[in-house]
């Protein structure tokens, strides 16, 4: 079956480290999208990737770095310049901008 | 840019009952409006879209309207069932890219 697939589901991190959150999709979808939801709250953008080997910053993307080397795979990588990464991560794709999201199941991240 | 607002925050409603949430968008040449549900711990999930070249498409008990001309948009479920309870968002395009609304809780009571 198609789908996109988060992974770790859960995720520790120590303060200071860096942490990378994966996501994989087999939809043969061209855009990727990273956000950032906290408790109670909205979807908020961080990087998203209409084409392989190029990304665009969102809203969020201050202490956050993205690759989009391989259609199929878009890591998020969480650096310690992130001040306050705790947070559940979701990633998506679609076949283009003006297309339903597929949404992953998501990662959440806790710093300790 | 796009900017949506998503009313109400919250909604709770019996069994049975319809529940209606609202959003309204900026950019007039916005033509894709989906709706998503998130349940508890999971990814938002597409439930139900439209395009702006019609004005209500129906899904079994959900249904979604579009004014055009007030540039709001609607999500409506009918006969509401306690699966139903989730965080349901709207979006609409920018540029080359969704912009969501800020979510509405809908809670249904058995």
């Known amino acids: 079956d198609g789908g996109i697939t988060q992974s770790p589901k859960y995720l520790f991190r120590k303060e200071g480290q860096n942490v990378t959150l994966s996501c994989e999709q087999n939809?043969?979808?061209?855009?990727m999208y990273w956000y950032r939801q906290d408790p109670g709250q909205g979807l908020r953008l961080i990087y998203y990737?209409?084409?392989?080997?190029?990304?665009q910053k969102g809203d969020i993307a201050e202490g956050y770095s993205v690759s989009r080397e391989k259609k199929e795979s878009f890591p998020l990588t969480v650096t310690s310049a992130q001040k306050n990464p705790t947070a559940f991560y979701l990633c998506?794709?679609?076949?283009?901008?003006?297309?339903?999201?597929?949404f992953g199941s998501g990662t959440r991240l806790t710093v300790v | 840019g796009e900017n949506v607002e998503q009313h109400p925050s919250t909604l709770s409603v019996q069994e049975g009952d319809s529940a209606v949430i609202k959003c309204t968008y900026s950019?007039?040449?916005?033509?894709?409006f989906p709706w998503y549900k998130q349940e508890l711990g999971k990814g938002p999930q597409l439930i139900i879209d439209?395009?702006?070249?019609?004005g209500e498409k129906k899904d079994q008990r959900i249904a979604v309207t579009l004014n055009k001309t007030a540039k709001h948009f609607s999500l409506h479920i009918t006969e509401t069932q306690p699966e139903d309870s989730a965080v349901y968002f709207c979006?609409?395009?920018?540029?080359?890219?969704?912009?969501f609304g800020t979510g509405t809780r809908l809670q249904v009571f058995p």
């Open positions: 939809l043969n979808h061209d855009a």
């Open positions: 439209i395009r702006s070249n019609v």
């Open positions: 990737s209409q084409i392989v080997n190029d990304f």
């Open positions: 950019d007039s040449a916005s033509n894709y």
């Open positions: 998506a794709s679609s076949l283009q901008e003006y297309y339903g999201y597929t």
């Open positions: 979006a609409a395009p920018n540029t080359d890219k969704l912009i």
